[in-house]
């Protein structure tokens, strides 16, 4: 787990909040990800920031928060769709995708490093899908009511404060939550043979300018874009469905008993659907979520498909297909289990706090959990650095800010390609300097990243030492000699 914890995306909000509240930086230096993560990764982040420790305390902080988010958003969604038993739906699902993500041995990468692993971590849009854990119980209460003449300005309030937020955020949310709540809005109307009541075109048209409003924002904010326009076609469209293949094949590799989860929760859907189509009027709300499920998954499909300026597809970028499974399953089974479902949930419950119990004594006795922790390559680069007076170095970027982040030297690394070319991506434009005193290369890394020792030494001359640090190796030079291309 501490691979997916300890990479350059995970540590990008620990590295923003501390170059803003205590170096001194500004929002304005930094070149944001494409899609900046404000909401709600990092106002939870600042919860985990302000509690005073390091950064990997800060990110197992996170997780905890981040889990006991989701906990509430299922509660809340729980008590709009079965009759009792919310405490318990949300106490098992939650446990559910702990597990789930704990019991993955996967080394961190994009396909095979998800997806349940993301719900403990920030930056790889699992904030997307809290937002719309606690969006749908508040639009549930907009259909329930939708016959009643006034409608519930604080909830239209909240749906469009939450639009906005996380438009401005992550535009993935558009996708994955606005556009299936729009389609179902319009199927309703055409099924009923109706314009939808008042109460629903008010909420509809609120969230709809809101989340508008907050996707146009975010270039006010960032002096910096990285965002892309969305470029669609149907080129590389085979490429982009193998890849997608290769996410779901690997996580049905690592959990084989997700394939029965899956069929049954498609069997839900089935009969949902139908049921739903048949008088959408009278619809219970298990089943217009389980519809609203698998739109988001389809929309989200398709979105992938036909995005052609996407990056190479991975878990993150599928959260929906393998969570909603899980959460729409569960509390179908609440309301036709009946008075069996508490006595399953509980015994199932205790055979995976067990088999966790067994797997966490076996991870603290592999790894000592101290506040002050560093890893050892880190340690090993301070002590090489220590006794020179370079702070001022470069790395590759999955280096550079793991490097920024752990070591007690408060160094600056400046990140850039594997031929010294300046890389602006996701970082502050003050770490850039015009020459720099030490150099990090990694052998562990893919070799379009890898800066080789010929490349340093055409730039910065010959090192004064070189130290090996685990897989990664600290070249230091002569005070200011190294520089970096434009």
């Known amino acids: 787990m501490r691979g997916h914890l300890l990479n350059s995306d995970t540590l990008f909000l620990p590295t923003l909040l501390s170059d803003i509240l205590v170096n001194g930086g500004s929002l304005s230096d930094w070149s944001l990800p494409p899609a900046p993560y404000f909401f709600p990764d990092l106002l939870v982040f600042l919860i985990s920031y302000l509690l005073g420790m390091g950064p990997y305390l ?11 988010l989701v906990l509430v958003a299922v509660w809340l969604l729980a008590k709009q769709c079965v009759n009792s038993n919310s405490v318990v739906c949300a106490t098992f699902i939650t446990s559910t995708l702990i597990y789930l993500a704990l019991l993955s041995n996967q080394p961190f990468d994009f396909v ?5 692993i993301l719900m403990l971590v920030s930056v790889f849009h699992f904030g997307v899908f809290l937002t719309t854990l606690f969006f749908v119980p508040l639009w549930l209460r907009v259909v329930d009511q939708r016959f009643e003449d006034k409608p519930s300005f604080f909830n239209i309030f909240l749906i469009s404060t939450l639009a906005f937020l996380m438009s401005i955020s992550d ?5 994955q939550t606005i556009a299936p709540l729009f389609t179902i809005v319009i199927l309703a109307s055409l ?41 669609i076609g149907i080129a590389g469209i085979f490429v982009r469905l193998n890849e997608i293949f290769e996410v779901v094949n690997s996580v049905m590799t690592v959990y084989p008993f997700f394939i029965l989860i899956f069929f049954s929760y498609c069997a839900i859907v089935t009969r949902a659907t139908f049921r739903w189509l048949k008088t959408s009027e009278k619809v219970s709300t298990i089943d217009w979520l389980s519809v609203f499920s698998i739109l988001s998954i389809l929309t989200t499909l398709a979105a992938l498909l036909v995005l052609t300026n996407t990056p190479t597809l991975g878990a993150r970028y599928l959260i929906p297909l393998f969570f909603w499974p899980i959460i729409v399953l569960v509390l179908f089974a609440s309301q036709y289990l009946k008075r069996w479902f508490v006595p399953i949930t509980i015994a199932m419950s205790v055979m995976t706090m067990l ?23 880190i340690a090993c680069i301070d002590e090489g650095l220590k006794k020179t ?8 970027y999955w280096d550079a800010r793991y490097l920024q982040s752990f070591s007690k030297l408060g160094l600056s690394v400046a990140q850039c390609s594997k031929n010294l070319d300046r890389m602006y991506f996701v ?8 020459r720099y005193d030490f150099a990090i290369s990694s052998a562990d890394i893919n070799a379009d990243w890898k800066i080789s020792e010929k490349t340093l030494i055409q730039s910065g001359g010959r090192p004064t030492s070189i130290k090996h640090c685990g897989s990664k190796t600290l070249y230091v030079f002569k005070k200011e000699q190294l520089q970096l291309h434009e």
């Open 427 to 434: 970082t502050s434009k003050k770490y850039f300097r015009e």
């Open 58 to 68: 800060q990110l197992l902080v996170f997780a905890v928060l981040q889990s006991t």
């Open 112 to 116: 095979s490093g998800g997806p349940f």
């Open 355 to 377: 088999q966790l119990t067994v797997r966490s004594d076996e991870l603290l006795k592999r790894n000592t959990l101290t506040l002050d922790f560093q890893p050892s390559e």
């Open 191 to 231: 099924v009923e043979r109706r314009v939808p009541s008042r109460k629903i075109l008010i909420s509809s048209f609120f969230t709809l300018l809101s989340a508008a409003a907050g996707f146009f924002t975010y270039s006010l904010l960032a002096s910096t874009t990285t965002r892309p326009s969305p470029h």
């Open 389 to 396: 007076n370079a702070r001022n170095g470069v790395a590759q």
């Open 171 to 175: 535009a993935f949310f558009i996708i």
